[in-house]
C-alpha cells in the first residue's frame, strides 16, 4: 500500500469488531507515532494505550458517552508535557501529538485497522480514569481496532478551493 493508498482508504470508524489487535500490528502502530516528526525533536509526548475493558468503559464515559470507543479493542491517548510554542506561535505540543495521531492512523489503515479522531472528550475524566499526571496535557483520542463498518464517505472540497498560489488574491 502506498502513502496515497492509506489516505485515501481511511476513514473515521465508529463501530469495531470484538477482535483482538496483535502486539506486532499494535507495535507497528505506535512505532508509526514515534517516528513522527515533533518541534525541535523533542519528542515531548506519550502515547498511552488503553486495551483493558474496565478502562475502555471509562475511557468512553470521558469521551461524552461515545460507545464506540468502549467497543475497540484499544484506545490510544496522546499527552504531551511541554508547553511549548514554536517560534510562528503555533501550540507545539498540539502539533506534535496531532502529527503522530496522523501517522499512526495511516498505520493502522495500512494494517486494515480503523480510527476515528476525537475532541470530544473530557481532559479531566480521561486524567482520573487512565492516572495521567497533571503536568501533561490530552491532546487526542483515537479508538483502534477492526471496522464493524466500512465508515462513511468522506467529501473533500475540489483542490482548486484549497490552495493559494503564490499570494492570496486581493
Not at 84 to 94: D, I, V
Amino acid at each position: 500500500m502506498t502513502v496515497m493508498e492509506a489516505i485515501e482508504k481511511r476513514k473515521s470508524i465508529r463501530a469495531y469488531l470484538d477482535r483482538p489487535i496483535p502486539p506486532a500490528t499494535l507495535e507497528a502502530v505506535l512505532q508509526a507515532g514515534r517516528l513522527a516528526p515533533s518541534a525541535r525533536n523533542q519528542q515531548a509526548w506519550k502515547f498511552v494505550v488503553a486495551t483493558e475493558p474496565a478502562l475502555r468503559e471509562q475511557l468512553a464515559e470521558a469521551c461524552c458517552g461515545q460507545r464506540f470507543v468502549a467497543q475497540a479493542p484499544a484506545v490510544l491517548v496522546l499527552c504531551a508535557d511541554q508547553a511549548a510554542q514554536m517560534r510562528c506561535g503555533q501550540p507545539a505540543r498540539t502539533v506534535d501529538c496531532s502529527i503522530a495521531l496522523s501517522f499512526m492512523m495511516l498505520e493502522a489503515a495500512e494494517q486494515g485497522l480503523g480510527t476515528c479522531w476525537l475532541g470530544a472528550f473530557e481532559q479531566e475524566g480521561v486524567r482520573r480514569a487512565l492516572h495521567i499526571p497533571p503536568e501533561y496535557d490530552i491532546v487526542a483520542v483515537s479508538p483502534l481496532g477492526y471496522p464493524a463498518e466500512e465508515g462513511r464517505p468522506r467529501s473533500r472540497k475540489p483542490l482548486e478551493e484549497l490552495v493559494v498560489r503564490e499570494r492570496w488574491a486581493d
